[in-house]
């Protein structure tokens, strides 16, 4: 608001105020004001981050609940002074407003996901910018785990095997565990999800997750309004026990069990829930490559319904459905994605609340292009049809900046998590033009001419699924020519930008960096995919100008697990 107007407003307390409708309040929260005026943000159990904005006389008034109401705040700074944010550090905003209008509001907000989380790289992550998130509504992840033996709060994914500890549990119950062990880690790979799901069967794990769950819950407050997640390790193995194997012999699928456990576990937490805090305590599964299959079958009206009622969710438990291999180009109802579609609606048949992990980054190539931006609005339509309450984004969680338009990925994202229905080609006009400012029509264009001829290639049958970091695939796309071409028009556009140099350096500054990143990704494909196209020592050369490049832009990794410094020694460059 100051920036804007250059007006800086009194805050005063609501102690000993008086409404009247003559006077001039800007009220922020559940204040006593609010309260005289009965405005209050009457919260539905779909979600408690929306917000409400009302006019009361010459007063307005935003409030909400936990993040709700600086939601509502953002909204009247964008409906103000156009006020976007755009990525960490990225904010735009009108400067030198002197006329602002009272306008009569009477408006509420609800998200369309009611938990959002992004961690496509690891400031947005970590909090590096503590405004950017608020900005972008991200409200995080409300997900962890049980209490592990040593005293520290579990994560919510892969944590079953430290839940129920092999190294103190497995030689009394070796009956509890996948008798295939790893070797990296001297435990089983996965637990057995046949053992009786009674929570007074002591020669069941039950009552240890829950033991677990409940240490989590009373070790600080507010715990209680989490979800704990109980779930399956990170293999592509599960337990063929002979119990097992009869239940995936008469249902037809492995998850039977898993759901067995997950009930029994869920009913206990809620009865223990109600009786300490008032409320169930809310348990999540997790649907991911080897289990993703959902116990249902067709009814006569065509849609999914459970295989019996011992598969039924119980209200407190929800899934998260993670499905990794997932065509993310397009859009979970379209071609390419009929198996992930076909278990998202089965999921959906099981439980009211379905917690959605997308992959729309590519683990194994996160300095190529990231062209999935013309499938997230459908999506994420998808995604609320069946049931989807929470989304976290895992994109490119590990690296510490990110290229081939990953920005605008996340912008997207943010924007159709909170509101699906909102309009596409508006969102990239605001991006684009207040990211890139003077050199936006020149970015844009990249930015399509990329897109464009990534799903040219899909149409045309060049590729299938995602293009991951695969050489082979990616160079069907994008030719030597096209690299070559697009990096002429980086050229063209630090050419347009160097009048900046002296008129406005600081803007300078911040854009060429903006641009250098997006080059990054061009740059990258050209050295990796073609370096036949130049001599020895040509090569050498761009390629250590690439790595100062990179260093200097704060790059961490070229892929999940990747490094830049593993980069640097396949390229024969010293760290």
Same mark, same amino acid.
């Given at each position: 608001f100051v920036n804007s107007t250059g007006a800086v407003l009194p805050v005063v307390t609501d102690e000993g105020l008086e409404f009247s409708a003559s006077a001039h309040y800007f009220s922020i929260g559940n204040t006593a004001l609010a309260s005289?005026?009965?405005?209050? &943000?009457?919260? =539905?159990?779909? =979600?408690?981050?929306?917000?409400?904005i009302k006019t009361v006389g010459e007063s307005i008034f935003?409030?909400?609940?936990?993040?709700?109401?600086? &939601?509502?705040v953002y909204e009247l700074l964008n409906r103000w002074f156009d006020f976007d944010c755009y990525d960490v550090f990225a904010y735009y905003y009108k400067e030198g407003v002197t006329d602002l209008k009272l306008t009569d509001y009477d408006l509420t907000e609800l998200p369309d996901i009611d938990m959002r989380a992004n961690m496509f790289y690891m400031p947005l992550t970590v909090g590096t910018d503590p405004n950017a998130s608020d900005a972008m509504r991200i409200n995080g992840w409300d997900e962890i785990g049980p209490m592990y033996e040593n005293g520290t709060i579990g994560t919510s994914t892969h944590n079953s095997l430290f839940t129920v500890n092999y190294f103190k549990y497995g030689e009394e119950h070796p009956d509890w565990y996948m008798d295939e062990i790893w070797a990296t880690s001297g435990m089983p790979y996965q637990l057995c999800y046949s053992v009786n799901p009674d929570i007074n069967d002591k020669n069941s794990y039950i009552y240890i997750v829950c033991d677990r769950m409940k240490a989590a819950v009373t070790s600080a407050d507010g715990m209680d309004t989490k979800v704990y997640g109980f779930t399956l390790e990170d293999h592509m193995r599960w337990c063929h026990c002979d119990r097992c194997k009869a239940l995936e012999d008469k249902y037809g699928v492995n998850t039977v069990g898993y759901i067995r456990v997950l009930n029994a576990i869920?009913?206990? *937490?809620?009865r223990w829930g109600n009786e300490n805090y008032g409320h169930p305590i809310r348990v999540a599964g997790m649907a991911y490559s080897i289990n993703e299959e959902p116990p249902v079958k067709l009814n006569d009206k065509g849609e999914y319904e459970p295989m019996d009622e011992t598969v039924v969710f119980e209200p407190n438990l929800s899934i998260i459905y993670a499905p990794i291999n997932t065509h993310y180009m397009v859009s979970m109802d379209e071609a390419g994605n009929e198996e992930y579609y076909r278990k998202l609606k089965g999921w959906a048949a099981l439980s009211p609340s379905v917690r959605l992990w997308g992959y729309s980054a590519m683990p194994g190539g996160y300095m190529?292009?990231?062209m999935y931006h013309n499938a997230v609005q459908r999506m994420y339509q998808v995604y609320v049809k069946?049931?989807?309450t929470a989304l976290l984004e895992l994109g490119q969680w590990s690296n510490y900046n990110h290229t081939g338009w990953a920005s605008l990925l996340v912008y997207?994202?943010?924007?159709? *998590?909170?509101?699906c229905q909102l309009d596409y080609a508006t969102l990239l006009d605001n991006y684009f033009n207040g990211y890139f400012k003077s050199v936006a029509a020149e970015m844009r264009a990249i930015f399509e001419e990329t897109n464009d001829l990534a799903y040219h290639a899909i149409d045309m049958g060049l590729i299938s699924g995602n293009l991951d970091g695969s050489t082979e695939k990616n160079k069907k796309v994008y030719s030597y020519a096209f690299i070559q071409n697009m990096l002429d028009k980086f050229s063209a556009v630090y050419a347009k930008l160097e009048g900046l140099k002296t008129s406005s350096p600081d803007l300078y500054e911040t854009l060429k960096e903006r641009v250098e990143i997006e080059e990054i990704s061009y740059r990258y494909m050209l050295l990796q995919?073609?370096?036949?196209?130049?001599? =020895?020592d040509e090569l050498t050369a761009k390629r250590s100008a690439f790595k100062a490049d990179v260093t200097r832009l704060g790059f961490s990794n070229y892929g999940e697990i990747y490094k830049v410094s593993e980069l640097w020694?396949?390229?024969?460059?010293?760290d």
């Open positions: 005289s005026q009965s405005v209050k &943000y009457e919260y =539905s159990a779909k =979600s408690a981050n929306g917000f409400q935003v409030v909400g609940e936990t993040k709700g109401v600086i &939601y509502g869920a009913k206990e *937490m809620a190529l292009p990231n069946y049931h989807g997207l994202q943010t924007k159709f *998590m909170w509101n995919f073609y370096p036949n196209q130049f001599t =020895s020694g396949r390229w024969g460059l010293s």
